[in-house]
């Protein structure tokens, strides 16, 4: 069973800035960049199309993004 990470924390807007990319030839995708950053965690970014975007929206990807970055184990060895 997969353990559910609860995770409230402040978070400040640092950035956020539209960017127009082309995934296929001639069709412009426009996204949001979002920088922020939440708590102890460094600064973090995510994207979100334009056409989606609002501020729930933003809400509930920054805290996904927190979650993930929650349940993420680093990987550590020796040199």
Do not use: H, N, S
């Amino acid at each position: 069973m997969v353990e559910k990470v609860e995770v409230k924390k402040e978070v400040t807007i640092l950035d956020r800035r539209e960017i127009t990319t082309f995934p296929k030839l001639k069709q412009p995708l426009v996204q949001l960049v979002i920088t922020y950053v939440a708590g102890d965690l460094p600064p973090r970014t995510i994207f979100i199309e334009k056409d989606r975007w609002t501020k729930d929206a933003e809400k509930a990807a920054i805290k996904k993004d927190i979650e993930d970055q929650a349940k993420a184990k680093p990987e550590t060895y020796e040199v």
